[in-house]
């Protein structure tokens, strides 16, 4: 028998797969927010509370232990400075587990941009590796992710994104590229905390960080000073 041609490759992780199904369930519910509003309240509320349900699960299984071999690796890439078979998927995963982390501190009402690891992992494996300084590396590879759709309400396809929305995954990215650029710690516990540290710095200089963005060189003299300061 001919498998359904609608599940998903099995070499795709399950956890880019339940964020899949966040992403649908999000996606369909901001889409049908308008026809959702001629509808009686007690549906349009179990309507809500069922994409929130979707949501939460697929959010809630999405994060995987990491040694700090991993971490290490995914630094390296984020520098240019190893073209190990392996790095791009590792470092999607451990990029993975920081933004999941950070997604943690968001408030409920706030936006949950959701990153897809299997594109994100494609894409680190196009860049070029050992062609500059760190921070360089690291401003090309924050460019290249932002511009590549693998970070929204639906990694991978188009969405419509506002300009708060836009910032809030920019800096995200920018606080976990500014953590890897930084001295590495010794355990996970520690790491979590480097990312949180990363976050604030990114935030309390925002201005510079988004200012930043609109040309390489700023941007990868911001994440150099930045990384120093952690």
């Not at 007690?42 to 509370?49: I, K, T």
């Not at 836009?166 to 355990?187: H, N, P």
Request: aromatic letters at 4%.
């Amino acid at each position: 028998m001919r498998p359904a041609p609608f599940f998903p490759d099995p070499k795709i992780p399950l956890r880019d797969a339940l964020r899949g199904a966040a992403s649908i369930a999000d996606g369909t519910h901001h889409a049908l927010g308008p026809a959702a509003k001629m509808l009686p309240e007690p549906l349009r509320a179990g309507l809500s509370a069922a994409f929130r349900s979707i949501r939460s699960t697929g959010k809630r299984l999405v994060s995987a232990p990491l040694s700090p071999e991993q971490i290490a690796l995914a630094a390296r890439l984020v520098q240019g400075g190893t073209d190990e078979r392996a790095a791009a998927e590792t470092t999607a995963v451990v990029i993975g587990h920081a933004w999941n982390h950070l997604d943690h501190a968001r408030g409920p009402d706030t936006y949950h941009p959701l990153l897809s690891e299997t594109l994100l992992a494609s894409e680190l494996a196009r860049l070029p590796q050992g062609a500059g300084t760190p921070g360089e590396n690291a401003a090309r590879l924050v460019q290249a992710v932002l511009g590549a759709g693998v970070i929204g309400t639906a990694p991978g396809l188009y969405t419509h994104l506002d300009a708060g929305e836009k910032a809030d995954i920019t800096l995200s990215l920018l606080a976990i590229a500014v953590w890897l650029l930084s001295d590495r710690c010794t355990s996970l516990a520690e790491e979590d905390k480097l990312v949180d540290l990363a976050l604030a710095l990114v935030l309390a200089t925002k201005g510079d960080a988004l200012a930043a963005m609109q040309d390489e060189a700023q941007l990868a003299a911001f994440l150099t000073r930045a990384s120093d300061h952690l």
